[in-house]
């Protein structure tokens, strides 16, 4: 193995440990010194999935501006926004807001049971991250699968939450005030 080889090995085992600590100094240092920000671990989750399961928005951007799509899956079809979504201390929503302002699909579902996004916040009663994820377009209205996920999983509470938002959403569509993604009118 060369130097050089070993540098960049180095780099990349560098790259994924900042990106698991939401560093994103550390980030941009292994960056510099040459790791792909592309690579991904034995799991098949990118530093980007790592980061987002810190919760750490500059994480996250930092391997987005690197060149780290937003919605890349792991082996078992998880997002980097599932993982902020499940994973994250606090309930991931610093994390989420970077990923979608990078395009992340706010309806997309990941990881098992294919909840969507709104659902694993939901699930953890995070209601920042339900908050940011409407923010950018997530769809309450038809919010069926995730319902009866919830309900499957006995998180009765999780449900009422969602289905509230999901009774916000049809009166705004009644009302016809929703034209399309709700980006940057907040709550």
Same mark, same amino acid.
Request: hydrophobic share 40%; aromatic share 4%.
């Given at each position: ?92 929503? +610093? ?32 209601? +920042?991250a339900a908050r940011v994820l ?42 016809? +005030? ?9 709550l």
């Open positions: 193995m060369s130097a050089e080889g070993g540098s960049r090995e180095e780099a990349v085992r560098s790259l994924m440990e900042a990106a698991k600590r939401g560093d994103a100094r550390g980030i941009r240092e292994a960056l510099g010194r040459g790791a792909d920000p592309m690579g991904a671990d034995e799991g098949g989750r990118s530093a980007l999935h790592n980061a987002a399961a810190s919760g750490s928005g500059e994480a996250a951007r930092a391997l987005l501006e690197a060149g780290c799509p937003a919605d890349a899956w792991d082996r078992w079809k998880e997002t980097p926004l599932s993982h902020a979504l499940a994973r994250a201390p606090g309930g991931g929503a +610093e994390a989420a807001r970077v990923l979608l302002e990078f395009g992340a699909d706010p309806n997309g579902a990941g990881g098992f049971p294919k909840a969507s996004p709104l659902a694993l916040a939901a699930g953890r009663f995070e209601e +920042e409407l923010e950018f377009g997530a769809e309450a209205f038809g919010a069926g699968r995730a319902l009866e996920t919830l309900r499957e999983a006995g998180n009765e509470a999780a449900a009422r939450f969602l289905e509230a938002q999901a009774q916000r959403d049809r009166m705004i569509r009644e009302a016809g +005030e929703a034209s399309g993604p709700r980006r940057g009118k907040g």
